[in-house]
C-alpha cells in the first residue's frame, strides 16, 4: 500500500486527475494524504470536491483556509464576493449541503504513528507538540460538527490573538486554533503569529521567520506535511515536507510518496 500526499488541489481537477494517473493511484490499496485548500480560484471545484468525496476511505484531507471559506459561505456566515467566484457553482450545486457536511466533517489535522507524520494545511505552533496539536484541532472540529458551527464560521476571521496562552477561551481560542493550522506562515522570535507577510520566507524581515524554523519546536523529531505556501515550494526534507507548488498559478500539482525511506516526488502541470 502507497501513502501519497498532495499539495493544494484549489479546484484544479484535471491536473489532479492527471497526477493520480503519474502515481498511478489504486483506490482499493493506496491512500492520499490531501493538504486542504480543495476549492477555490481553479475552475473545477465542484468536482473536485465530489470526486474527493467519492473515494472514502482511501483519501484524508484537512481542512485549508479556502475549504472553511465555503463552509462559511454555505452557513450564510459571510457575505458572496467576487474573489470567491470560482465557488459559485458549487454553492448552487442541487448537492452542495451534502458536500458541505462532508467536507465540515474533515479533520484539521492528521497523524499517523507508524509514519510519525503530522498532516495539517498550514503548519502547527512551536510549542504544540503533536498530541497537543491533535487536541487543539480536536476543539475546532468538534465545535464545526457538533456545535454551532455557523457562528464559528462567521468568528473564525482576524488576526487576533496573535500569541498563544492557555488560557485562551470562546471564539478567541478556536480562532487562533484556525489561524495557526490553516493559514500560518511566519512568526516573531516570540512564536506570535504575523500575517503581513505572505511572500518568499527568504524576502521576509529579520525579526520574522518561518514557523518551522522556530528555536526548538515541540514537533521537532516528528515529520510535518503541509501546503498553504506557494512561495514556498516544495521542500522534502527528512521532518519537513511542503507541498503548495502553485498549481493554479499554472506551475505544478506535487505528489510526495510518504511511505518509503527515500520519500519519491512526482509532478504534473497545473492549469
Request: aromatic residues 8%.
Amino acid at each position: 500500500m502507497a501513502v501519497y500526499a498532495i499539495g493544494d488541489i484549489q479546484g484544479c481537477y484535471d491536473p489532479f486527475r492527471r497526477l493520480l494517473d503519474a502515481i498511478d493511484f489504486d483506490p482499493s490499496d493506496d491512500t492520499l494524504w490531501l493538504c486542504g485548500d480543495l476549492v477555490n480560484r481553479g475552475p473545477k471545484s465542484l468536482k473536485t470536491l465530489r470526486f474527493v468525496k467519492s473515494l472514502g476511505d482511501s483519501s484524508i484531507t484537512v481542512l485549508g483556509n479556502h475549504d472553511l471559506h465555503l463552509l462559511a459561505l454555505s452557513a450564510d456566515a459571510v457575505h458572496f464576493g467576487k474573489r470567491f467566484g470560482s465557488l459559485e457553482k458549487l454553492i448552487n450545486a442541487p448537492d452542495a449541503d451534502e458536500l458541505c457536511d462532508w467536507l465540515r466533517h474533515r479533520p484539521l489535522a492528521h497523524y499517523d504513528d507508524s509514519l510519525d507524520t503530522l498532516l495539517v494545511h498550514a503548519g502547527t505552533h512551536p510549542e504544540w507538540s503533536v498530541k497537543k496539536t491533535l487536541a487543539r484541532a480536536a476543539e475546532v472540529e468538534q465545535e464545526l460538527r457538533h456545535g454551532d458551527h455557523e457562528t464559528l464560521l462567521g468568528k473564525m476571521y482576524g488576526n487576533t490573538p496573535n500569541s498563544w496562552s492557555g488560557k485562551l477561551s470562546g471564539y478567541k481560542r478556536l480562532r487562533f486554533i484556525i489561524n495557526c493550522l490553516t493559514r500560518m506562515r511566519m512568526i516573531t522570535v516570540g512564536n506570535k503569529l504575523n500575517f503581513t507577510h505572505n511572500g518568499s520566507p527568504w524576502r521576509a524581515r529579520k525579526n520574522l521567520l518561518p514557523w518551522y524554523m522556530a528555536e526548538k519546536p515541540a514537533t521537532a523529531e516528528t515529520r510535518v506535511v503541509f501546503g498553504h505556501w506557494s512561495q514556498l515550494g516544495l521542500v522534502v526534507l527528512p521532518n519537513l515536507v511542503s507541498l503548495d507548488t502553485g498549481c493554479v498559478w499554472g506551475r505544478q500539482l506535487t505528489a510526495v510518496r510518504l511511505d518509503k525511506r527515500i520519500p519519491r516526488v512526482i509532478q504534473v502541470e497545473g492549469e
